[in-house]
Each structure stands twice: as structure tokens, then as C-alpha cells.
């Protein structure tokens, strides 16, 4: 093959590489407060929904950046409200992120979040105010990896 061929080649399978990841990113599911359409209340969600995780999984739900489960103090789950990650502790910094907690105490997104040097999740509540705030920041969006298995469930106060 000519030299020349085979770079104009690798930069348009470059660049439809890129488009369909632009794609996902575009189509990527979110929790939206209201809905039911999660699952799986309390597991960790990437336990499937992570790159090598199931077909089924991965093309109807995603591939999801962060997900988890929120609880009240009752041990109900939370069905309103927010969580947000912020690069300081108590909701202060730079906001990095906001996700709704839907019908199951459920939040997640297929979106891809940089976390930067490390995110501080806080729950705020249905009025916009803070409520509970991780005091330790975290590169891992899998929040049920830790909680409710090495850690108490992420729970409104
Ligand atoms: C044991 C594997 C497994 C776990 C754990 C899991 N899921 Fe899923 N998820 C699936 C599979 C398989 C599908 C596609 C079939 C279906 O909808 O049941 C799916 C689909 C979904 C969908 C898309 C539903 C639709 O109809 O569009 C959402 C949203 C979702 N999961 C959210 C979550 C959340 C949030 C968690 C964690 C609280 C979670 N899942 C945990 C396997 C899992
Ligand atoms: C590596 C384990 C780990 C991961 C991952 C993790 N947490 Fe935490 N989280 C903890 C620990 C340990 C505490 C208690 C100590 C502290 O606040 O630093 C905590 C405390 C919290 C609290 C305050 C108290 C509570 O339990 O409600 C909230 C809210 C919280 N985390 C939310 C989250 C969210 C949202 C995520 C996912 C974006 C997440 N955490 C990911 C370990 C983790």
C-alpha cells in the first residue's frame, strides 16, 4: 500500500473512532428524578455495567462513570434529591458533577466525568441544601463498591 494511502485511511478510521464515541457520550442514560427505569437498588452497579460487563447490560443500560444507591435515615431509599461532586470537602471548590436520585434511591450516568485530583460527593436535599458530605475525596464513581458493603449505605441524615 501506498505510504500515503495508509495514512489518509488511519486518519478517517480515526476519526470515525472518534464520532462513535462522541455518540455514546451524546446518547449516554442519566438518572432523572421521577424515574423508575433503574434496577437493582443497593448492588454495585458496575459489577455489570463496566466494560467487559454482560451485552445485555452494556447496550440497554451503559457503561455507567458513576453510579450508586441513596437511602433516607429511615432506611428507605431516597427518592428525591441530588448528589454532587465537588474538588473540596462540603460542597466547596469547583463543581465537577450533579446527578438526580430517581424513584429507587438510584443515580447514575454514561457520561464521562473527570474527577480530577479526586471528588467529594455531598446529598443535597429536595430544597438545594446540603445535607451529608463524604469527607474523604474519591477516584471511583462505583460508590456501592464501598458502601453498604466496607462502609454504611450513602444515607440522608
Ligand atoms: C447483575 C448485573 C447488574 C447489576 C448489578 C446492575 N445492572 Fe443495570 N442492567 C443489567 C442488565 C442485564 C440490563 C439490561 C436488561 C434489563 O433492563 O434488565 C440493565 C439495564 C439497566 C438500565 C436500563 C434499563 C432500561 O430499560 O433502559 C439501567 C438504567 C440500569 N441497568 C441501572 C442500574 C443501576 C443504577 C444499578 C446499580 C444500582 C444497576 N443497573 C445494577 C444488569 C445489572
Ligand atoms: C473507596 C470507598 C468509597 C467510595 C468509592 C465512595 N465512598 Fe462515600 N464514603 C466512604 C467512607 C469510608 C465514608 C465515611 C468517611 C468519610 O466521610 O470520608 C464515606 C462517606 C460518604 C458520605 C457521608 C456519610 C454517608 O454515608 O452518607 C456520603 C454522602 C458519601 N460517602 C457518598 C458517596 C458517593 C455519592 C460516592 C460515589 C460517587 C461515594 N461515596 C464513593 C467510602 C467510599
Known amino acids: 500500500?501506498?505510504?500515503?494511502?495508509l495514512?489518509?485511511?488511519?486518519?478517517?478510521i480515526g476519526i470515525s473512532s472518534c464520532s462513535h464515541y462522541d455518540d455514546i457520550q451524546k446518547t449516554a442514560k442519566e438518572s432523572i428524578a421521577g424515574d423508575d427505569e433503574s434496577h437493582k437498588s443497593g448492588q454495585?452497579?458496575?459489577s455489570c455495567h463496566n466494560a467487559s460487563g454482560s451485552n445485555e447490560a452494556l447496550q440497554e443500560g451503559g457503561?455507567?462513570?458513576i453510579a450508586g444507591t441513596a437511602y433516607r435515615s429511615s432506611g428507605n431509599y431516597a427518592k428525591e434529591g441530588l448528589v454532587e461532586l465537588w474538588t473540596g470537602p462540603n460542597r466547596t471548590g469547583s463543581l465537577l458533577y450533579k446527578?438526580?436520585?430517581d424513584e429507587?434511591?438510584?443515580?447514575?450516568?454514561?457520561?464521562?466525568?473527570?474527577?480530577?485530583?479526586?471528588?467529594?460527593?455531598?446529598l443535597i436535599d429536595k430544597n438545594g441544601d446540603l445535607n451529608n458530605a463524604?469527607?474523604?475525596?474519591?477516584?471511583?464513581?462505583a460508590c456501592n463498591s464501598c458502601h453498604g458493603i466496607?462502609?454504611?449505605?450513602?444515607?440522608?441524615k
Open 63 to 65: 457503561w455507567w462513570t
Open 150 to 156: 466496607s462502609t454504611p449505605n450513602i444515607s440522608f
Open 7 to 12: 495514512v489518509i485511511l488511519l486518519i478517517v
Open 134 to 141: 463524604m469527607q474523604s475525596s474519591t477516584l471511583i464513581g
Open 104 to 122: 429507587l434511591g438510584n443515580f447514575y450516568t454514561g457520561k464521562i466525568v473527570d474527577f480530577k485530583g479526586g471528588a467529594f460527593p455531598v
Open 99 to 101: 446527578l438526580a436520585i
Open 1 to 5: 500500500m501506498n505510504k500515503s494511502v
Open 44 to 46: 454495585n452497579c458496575m
